[in-house]
C-alpha cells in the first residue's frame, strides 16, 4: 500500500483523476470500477475537464460501479445509476451500455449478483477501481462484519452508513435498507486500488484502515493484502496517521510519483 498526503480536498482529488487520466490514455480499453458519494464527485467534475478541453476519449472504456441501493429505479435522485448519469456518464463520450451498476431491480437479486460477478469476469477484470470509505470502513457498501473474501451480494446498510447517506434522501427514513454491492474479494480481484479519503471525519477510519490491523469489522484494512493499492488522502483526513511523514518522504522520492509532485 502506497499513502500519499495531499494540501487539500482539491490536490487529493486533482492527484486521484491525472492517475485515472495517464491510465485511461495509456489503455483506452480500461475496464474502470467506480465508486459514488460525496468524496468522488469532485474527481467526476475534473474527468469530465479533462474530456472537455483536452479531449479524453471515454468510447471505449468499460464501467463497473460497486454498489447500487436494492429497489430504487434508475431515474430515482438518490440512485447510483442517476448520480454516475449526472457526475460522469452524461458529460463524457462513454457509451451508455458500456457502463454497468448492479440492477437493483431485478427480481432474482442473488442470480443479479451472480450476473454482476461474471460480467465483470467476461470483461476481463478490473484494471483500476476506484474507492472511497465510509466512516464505519466500507468499501463499496462491505459493512462491518463483511467476510474478507465476499463477492457480489446484497448487504443490509448499517445505521451509521444510513445517516451517512441521509442527505441525499431527505431524510434517514428514506434511505434503502440494503443494496448490492461488491464484495471485499471482487475488490482485491482488481488489479488496481485507488481510494480517496478527504475531511476530518474520515481521519480516524483511515488510520485504522492503513495502519490497524486486519479485520472483517473494518472491510478497508483488506486493502492492505492487495499488492497495488494507491490511498490518496488530504491533510485532514491524514491528521491521525503515525506514518505521515514516512508517507510524505516516499511520495517526495519514488520515482513513480515524480510527474505527481
Ligand atoms: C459508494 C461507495 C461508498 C462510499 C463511501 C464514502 O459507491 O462505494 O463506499 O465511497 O460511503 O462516501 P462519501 O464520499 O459520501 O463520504
Known amino acids: 500500500m502506497e499513502v500519499i498526503i495531499r494540501a487539500d480536498e482539491d490536490a487529493a482529488a486533482r492527484l486521484v483523476a491525472r492517475i485515472i487520466v495517464k491510465e485511461l490514455r495509456a489503455n483506452p480499453h480500461l475496464v474502470l470500477g467506480l465508486a459514488t458519494g460525496r468524496t468522488m464527485e469532485a474527481v467526476y467534475r475534473l474527468l469530465a475537464q479533462a474530456h472537455r478541453k483536452e479531449r479524453l476519449d471515454f468510447s471505449l472504456c468499460r464501467t463497473f460501479n460497486l454498489d447500487e441501493y436494492v429497489g430504487l ?63 464505519a470502513g466500507h468499501i463499496g457498501f462491505n459493512e462491518p462484519l463483511s ?4 463477492r457480489t451480494r446484497v448487504k443490509m446498510l448499517t445505521p451509521t452508513t444510513i445517516r451517512q447517506n441521509a442527505p441525499f434522501f431527505g431524510g434517514p427514513g428514506k434511505v434503502p435498507r440494503r443494496a448490492i454491492t461488491m464484495g471485499v474479494g471482487t475488490i482485491l480481484d482488481c488489479r488496481r486500488l485507488l481510494l480517496l479519503a478527504t475531511g476530518p471525519e474520515k481521519a480516524d477510519i483511515v488510520a485504522k484502515a492503513v495502519e490497524g490491523p486486519i479485520t472483517a469489522m473494518i472491510s478497508a484494512t483488506a486493502l492492505q493484502l492487495h499488492s497495488r493499492c494507491t490511498v490518496v488522502v488530504d491533510e485532514p483526513a491524514a491528521s491521525r496517521l503515525q506514518g505521515a511523514d514516512y508517507y510524505r518522504w516516499i511520495f517526495a522520492n519514488e520515482p513513480e510519483w515524480e510527474e505527481f509532485r
Do not use: W
Open 73 to 135: 429505479p434508475s431515474d430515482h435522485p438518490g440512485s447510483y445509476r442517476y448520480s454516475m448519469n449526472q457526475h460522469l456518464f452524461k458529460r463524457v463520450n462513454i457509451d451508455l451500455r458500456n457502463t454497468h451498476l448492479p440492477e437493483s431491480e431485478a427480481p432474482d437479486l442473488e442470480a443479479e449478483c451472480e450476473r454482476y460477478e461474471q460480467l465483470i469476469q467476461r470483461s476481463g477484470g478490473i484494471d483500476l477501481q476506484l474507492l472511497g470509505i465510509g466512516q
Open 147 to 150: 467476510a474478507l473474501r465476499s
